[in-house]
């Protein structure tokens, strides 16, 4: 059987449970799973419909607001990739995972359920998607000013270890791992981290590799097979993506 990384590598597409068949969680993507039986309810019954194939289904990530070293749903794994930020025009969101048909539901244009439990969080728990002492006069600074700054270096950012808490992302019509991503952020100390290192490098130029250690690489300073791809130079991120 090969790795997800090896699969990566050769297809360039990031996949459902429903059509690799491997998970991290519930093993039960498949009809009449549990999985599908979520998907079933959150979706209206859309991806049950006759001709609706498993790859039209949606990818799932989580919202990256607060931008943490080790992202906005570690449990999902130790390495993530960060999505261009277009790619939160085509995602809904629900507050929690969506296993559990969480009420506050939306979309890129319409997230009030979601602000309002975020700001609900933060105003009665000082707390919030993993983050500690986290007001509310907090929570509009991160929200309407770091999130237009730049991007810090990720590597040099605290990990917050945050297991339980996020904004779940289902990612729609998504156009490929080489053609979405811009940062990719590894955990070097994994089988998996240390091949997708040598994978990527070798595949593609212009998208950031970001090490846990404190490095950070671009892959067009290391020998590459090709340069179809084009440089990213944006550093603006919003969404990445896991598939729990």
């Known amino acids: 059987m090969k790795s997800v990384a ?13 059509e690799t068949l491997i998970s991290n969680g519930s093993v039960s993507a498949y009809l009449g799973g549990a999985r599908d039986l979520w998907e079933k309810k959150l979706f209206g019954g859309a991806y049950q419909l006759e001709g ?14 607060l931008l943490h070293l080790d992202g906005p749903s570690p449990r999902f794994g130790s390495g993530y990739f960060l999505l261009k ?6 995602c809904t969101f629900t507050y929690g995972g969506s296993q559990d ?26 707390y919030a998607i993993g983050e500690k002492d986290l007001t509310t006069r907090k929570l509009v600074e991160q929200l309407l000013y770091n999130l237009e700054r730049p991007l810090k270096d990720p590597s040099k950012l605290p990990p917050h ?25 590894l955990n070097p100390s994994t089988t998996t981290g240390s091949l997708l290192i040598g994978i990527i490098s070798g595949l593609i130029s212009g998208l950031i590799l970001v090490f846990f250690s404190g490095k950070k690489y671009e892959t ?13 130079h944006s550093s603006d991120i919003k969404v990445n993506t896991h598939d729990k």
Do not use: W
Request: hydrophobic share 35%; with cysteine.
């Open 161 to 185: 270890r945050n297991l339980n808490h996020f904004i779940e992302t289902q990612v729609y019509g998504y156009g490929g791992l080489f053609m979405e991503a811009i940062i990719d952020l």
């Open 52 to 65: 609706v194939t498993n790859c039209e289904r949606p990818k799932y990530g989580a919202l990256d607001l």
């Open 6 to 18: 090896q699969s990566l590598f050769e297809q360039g597409i990031y996949k459902s449970q429903f």
């Open 220 to 232: 067009n300073k290391f020998a590459t097979k090709g340069n179809q791809s084009p440089i990213i």
């Open 85 to 90: 930020p277009n790619a939160s025009h085509r």
């Open 101 to 126: 048909n969480p009420k506050e539901k939306g979309t890129y244009e319409e997230l009030d359920d979601i602000l309002s439990a975020l700001f609900t969080d933060a105003f009665f728990r000082d």
